[in-house]
């Protein structure tokens, strides 16, 4: 049965999603260590929370746990909602506003879905999410909102896919360079091949590990 925050059984068919808006805004006052939290000192909670729930992902494929997974993906969505409560205290957005951000960009960037474009391979589908993403952030950059602490061979990926979409795509190197270009040229190899190089490596020192 669902409980209220406020001790008193909530009705059963209430969301569970609606339930934790007021149990995240209660432990905001009553909770001491989540009511002296911000942005800041939660951020680090967020990427291990990610990490976790990656892991789990990645433990599927040895036996893992479903439920498992489900779990770190709650411990993900818990920082989501504190982070939208905390935003909530300041008056500055909350949990609705988040939805609605993301309700409206799926709405934008899936015309194939929810608009007149028919259309089914995933590549162009990609292409047309990119192209509508592109056209929302109007960077002048080129590498602009990549993230600097995204693990290498991740960031190496994302900026490959960047200068290919702009027409410059890199090349590989012969190898006689340093060590730097040399695992570069491994990123476009793994890309012109369809791996994903951060995946590949996670999963080769997993199996190292066992």
């Known amino acids: 049965m669902a409980h209220s925050t406020d001790g008193v059984s909530a009705p059963a068919d209430q969301s569970p999603l609606v339930e934790l808006v007021a149990m995240m805004a209660r432990l905001r006052v009553e909770c001491g260590w989540k ?7 939660l951020a680090k909670h967020l990427v291990e929370e990610t990490y976790e729930a990656v892991e789990a992902i990645e433990s599927l494929d040895s036996g893992g746990s479903p439920d498992h997974l489900r779990e770190e993906l709650g411990d993900v969505l818990l920082q989501v ?8 205290q300041a008056g500055e957005f909350d949990i609705d506003d988040v939805a609605r951000g ?15 474009v028919e259309e089914t391979d995933p590549a162009r589908i990609n292409e047309t999410w990119e192209a509508v993403k592109a056209a929302e952030k109007q960077r ?13 061979l991740s ?26 270009d040399r695992l570069l040229a491994l990123v476009v190899e793994a890309r012109a091949t369809g791996v994903d190089p951060e995946q590949a490596l996670r ?8």
């Open 35 to 41: 009511a002296a939290q911000t942005h800041r000192t």
């Open 81 to 88: 909602y504190l982070h939208a409560a905390i935003a909530a």
């Open 102 to 116: 993301l309700r409206d960009k799926l709405l934008r960037r899936n015309p194939h879905v929810f608009g007149d």
């Open 140 to 152: 002048t950059d080129l590498l602009e909102g990549i993230p600097l602490a995204l693990p290498a």
């Open 155 to 180: 960031r190496a990926t994302k900026v490959l896919d960047r200068l290919e979409r702009a027409g410059t795509p890199a090349a590989a190197t012969d190898g006689s360079v340093d060590l730097g």
């Open 203 to 210: 999963d080769a020192v997993r199996r190292l590990r066992t």
